[in-house]
């Protein structure tokens, strides 16, 4: 069984300061781990992925994430924060041959001026 | 390319009402998912489906129907709506290990 715990489910942080987001996974198999955004009123959009390759991976927008396979980490975090990264964050796994994926329950961040 | 469509962007029901949830993909994806998103509970799978033909449930599948007749559609159908079926639907499909996520159809049965 897969699931994905997501610490914080409300984020503050003040524009310029550095993000960081929390991830942390359960999976029997090698996993892979997406971090997605969802901006109010709008579908998810996928920021980056870990797919078994490199272990600090970069998104769009500034973002990046590194899979820790001892600490079953895949934290998220930008260097400085900007006010259009507002919006609700969620953390993913799915098994490398698996059909579903397993979605944490989201962490909202709130970037203060 | 559209990517993935929902319609409709909004709905209401009242208890025991039917409805269909339309969603298509213009990218040829095979595989298909139905989530449905509760304020603090994230997503969860209600159906999947990886071809034409084949449907699978997810974690959440009670009270919804679903059909893939074509690689482009996948309707989700409740039958019976009821009150703990209030939520917001998301369809995405996927290519590989990345899904497309549609707008999302909000639903509340009152």
């Known amino acids: 069984a897969q699931s994905v715990t997501q610490l914080g489910s409300h984020v503050s942080v003040s524009e310029g300061a550095l993000v960081l987001l929390r991830c942390n996974y359960s999976s029997s198999v090698p996993p892979y781990l997406f971090w997605y955004v969802q901006y109010p009123n709008q579908g998810l959009q996928l920021l980056l992925k870990y797919t078994s390759a490199a272990t600090l991976v970069k998104g769009i927008n500034g973002f990046e994430a590194e899979f820790k396979k001892s600490e079953t980490s895949f934290h998220l975090t930008k260097p400085s924060a900007h006010m259009s990264d507002a919006a609700e964050y969620f953390c993913?796994?799915?098994?490398?041959?698996?059909?579903?994926?397993?979605f944490g329950t989201g962490t909202s961040l709130t970037v203060i001026p | 390319n559209a990517g993935v469509t929902q319609t409709p962007k909004f709905r209401i029901l009242k208890i025991g009402q039917s409805m269909t949830l339309q969603c298509t993909q213009d990218m040829n994806h095979n595989y298909m998912y139905w989530y449905r998103q509760d304020p603090g509970m994230g997503l969860k799978l209600i159906y999947y489906?990886?071809?034409?033909?084949?449907?699978d449930k997810g974690e959440v599948p009670n009270g919804y129907n679903v059909s893939r007749s074509t690689t482009e559609d996948f309707p989700l159908r409740l039958e019976l709506a009821a009150p703990s079926q209030t939520s917001v639907y998301f369809c995405a499909s996927r290519l590989q290990e990345t899904q497309y996520f549609g707008p999302g159809t909000r639903l509340l049965v009152l």
């Open positions: 489906s990886v071809g034409a033909g084949i449907t």
């Open positions: 993913a796994v799915s098994e490398f041959t698996g059909n579903q994926f397993y």
